[in-house]
């Protein structure tokens, strides 16, 4: 029962810790979740990252369901970072269902995608999303993105706690 | 004419017969009254030719007394006024209005035959027959015999109103014959007249007697010609209609189809914006990160290869983006509204600004140029022509870059003028084709679909653009937009 990867949570598995200030990364990529991890360590932001592979798997660990079941339910993340494009659920209905629910709805979700259809956009922003970046292509820009939004969403912005 | 063909012929008929009637009538009463006037005056005539011979043994005999008799019984009737016996020279011999004895009145001569003068007599006009009383050829004395002209007697008689009654019956039946007649006539007209009316194209209805359609002479031709050609009309209608109901399917189908289309391409679209780029932010990414984290370990032709690689994926998000563009372009919905593009070059050109504060670019802009069309097509335009400016320009030492209107009737005109590189006007029929350039890569980056894009969007909004160039000193766009409502 894995409760978030091994290497992110640097060893993390037990189900009654709390985990403080922590990010949940739902993103299905590989190659971007490596990209991902590697900008946020680059970048010195050292808080712990869970990563989920698709939206099926987002809402069982937001909720506390299925294999997530153990997780400690008053522990949510700090922020999450959404892709849109990922299989069984969508970015956007995961966004959906987490904003409808009562104990996750005011946990800032930033939709972190490669789609620019303003479709897309206006979805995210009206379903609740509080933040959108388009991923660059080049690994310079990725990371400086990474950054900024470390830089505003874990330090800057207040939120309250859990 | 609100009054109908009966109704007209009727008036008209009546008044014809009625004015006839009248004429007949002042005729007859004309006639009439000729006639009693001759018979007036030949009674008159044979009453003084009585008087005469009657007393002729009297003058012989001068017996006055019976002179006087027979003056007196010559005129019994009303209208008479007088009768005397005069000598020739005029001296009444004897008189029926007994004043007038011994007087001397006109004397008439020796009369051969009859004479008839009108006179007056207390004021009303008499007529005066004479006749001579005559033995051989001697002559005795002249009979009168006068009776009034003014007497009102031919109509105590009475004929006038027979007549004028008569007259009346007469029209009244002849007017009440000719009605019924004219009736049987303009019937037929006013039914067809009717059922013409009643035709209505749109509720299908029409509707002519048979009778109409089986009668001789115009009505039936007419009912019979009018009833084919409704016919015709409304089979060429349904047929009409049917044909349309084909089109309209027709239409319908090919629209859905299109529609259907161009989502799949929207699709196609979208699935090209994530899926491509996923791969390609990972081959761009990773292999600058080998360059970040080995790069002491690689030699300089090794560092080569990877920063081709990685300036490879650099151009392959741009042409996807170029492309996208392009594919949007032709796919979006215009929204037309008028657009201030003087500000859409300031913002353009604040923002080349920026990203390149180090460049020496002096910019004229003119104001307030407002053009009609799609804004999120013509931002494309302008970022595109703008940014061309911008990159052909780049080598100069201080680049010249002016945006202007020009003054034209029919459109809106506006030109973007650079004094850049600029390229040999031979070449342009190749300037607004895909994916062809006219500078090399090492020279000017670039991916050839900037100016396509460009060009599809003014196909789209109608318009026109032109350009004029010379290698080395610059080139002018010029682009024209219809006006609204155009």
Redo the contacts between chains.
């Keep these: 029962m894995l409760l978030c990867q091994k290497r992110a949570c640097n060893g993390y598995q037990n189900a009654g810790e709390k985990m403080k200030h922590f990010i949940l990364l739902v993103e299905d990529n590989p190659d971007d979740e490596a990209l991902t991890l590697r900008a946020f360590k680059k970048n010195n932001i050292l808080n712990e990252i869970a990563v989920v592979r698709d939206g099926q798997e987002a809402l069982d660990f937001l909720f506390c369901e299925g294999a997530y079941a153990e997780r400690d339910k008053k522990s949510n993340p700090q922020i999450i970072l959404l892709d849109i494009n990922l299989p069984k659920l969508d970015g956007l209905e995961v966004l959906r269902q987490l904003r409808a629910n009562e104990s996750t709805s005011i946990i800032p979700a930033i939709i972190i995608t490669t789609s620019d259809e303003q479709s897309d956009l206006i979805s995210g922003y009206k379903l609740g999303a509080n933040s959108y970046v388009r991923k660059p292509i080049e690994f310079d820009a990725f990371m400086d993105a990474i950054k900024q939004l470390g830089m505003y969403w874990l330090v800057l912005n207040q939120h309250p706690d859990n | 004419m609100s009054l109908g063909l009966f109704a007209r012929l009727g008036i008209t008929l009546s008044l014809v017969l009625s004015l006839a009637m009248l004429i007949l009538g002042a005729v007859l009463i004309i006639d009439a009254e000729q006639r009693f006037k001759t018979s007036q005056l030949k009674h008159a005539n044979s009453q003084s030719r009585t008087l005469a011979e009657a007393s002729l043994d009297a003058l012989v005999t001068a017996d006055y007394e019976l002179l006087e008799r027979w003056v007196v019984s010559v005129i019994p009737e009303k209208y008479y006024a007088y009768a005397y016996l005069a000598k020739s020279n005029g001296q009444v011999l004897t008189h029926s209005d007994n004043i007038m004895v011994a007087r001397y009145l006109d004397a008439m001569g020796e009369l051969e035959n009859y004479k008839v003068r009108e006179n007056t007599y207390h004021n009303r006009p008499v007529m005066e027959v004479f006749y001579p009383a005559r033995i051989g050829d001697t002559h005795l004395a002249n009979a009168v015999v006068a009776y009034y002209l003014d007497e009102e007697t031919f109509f105590d008689g009475g004929i006038a109103i027979k007549i004028t009654l008569l007259i009346l019956l007469s029209l009244l039946s002849l007017l009440g014959v000719t009605l019924v007649i004219i009736r049987k006539f303009t019937d037929p007209i006013s039914r067809l007249t009717g059922s013409i009316r009643d035709t209505s194209i749109d509720n299908k209805h029409f509707h002519i007697d048979d009778k109409l359609l089986n009668s001789w002479g115009e009505v039936g031709v007419l009912s019979r010609a009018f009833e084919s050609m409704i016919k015709r009309l409304f089979d060429a209608f349904k047929e009409l209609s049917h044909k349309e109901e084909e089109l309209k399917k027709k239409v319908e189908e090919r629209t859905s189809e299109l529609a259907g289309a161009n989502k799949e391409l929207q699709a196609f679209c979208?699935a090209v914006?994530?899926d491509l780029?996923?791969?390609?932010?990972?081959i761009?990414?990773?292999s600058?990160?080998v360059v970040e984290e080995y790069g002491d370990k690689f030699d300089d032709e090794g560092m080569d290869y990877l920063n081709r690689i990685h300036n490879s994926?650099?151009k392959m998000?741009v042409l996807i983006n170029d492309m996208l563009q392009l594919s949007r372009v032709s796919r979006q919905e215009l929204e037309l509204e008028e657009v201030d593009l003087s500000l859409i070059a300031e913002e353009i050109l604040q923002r080349l600004t920026y990203l390149e504060p180090d460049r020496k670019v002096e910019l004229n802009i003119e104001n307030g140029i407002v053009c009609y069309g799609d804004r999120g097509l013509l931002i494309i335009v302008m970022e595109n022509i703008i940014g061309n400016a911008w990159k052909y320009s780049s080598k100069k030492d201080v680049a010249k870059i002016q945006f202007g209107q020009k003054q034209q009737k029919d459109g809106c005109t506006f030109y973007i003028k650079d004094n850049g590189a600029g390229f040999d006007m031979k070449h342009i029929s190749k300037l607004f084709e895909e994916f062809k350039r006219l500078h090399g890569e090492a020279e000017f980056p670039g991916t050839g679909v900037g100016l396509a894009t460009v060009g599809r969007v003014i196909s789209r909004l109608k318009g026109k653009i032109w350009v004029d160039a010379e290698v080395g000193k610059g080139a002018t766009f010029y682009v024209t937009l219809p006006k609204a409502g155009l």
Excluded: D, G
């Design positions: 979208s914006s994530h780029r996923s791969p390609l932010r990972a761009s990414s990773f600058q990160i994926a650099t998000e």
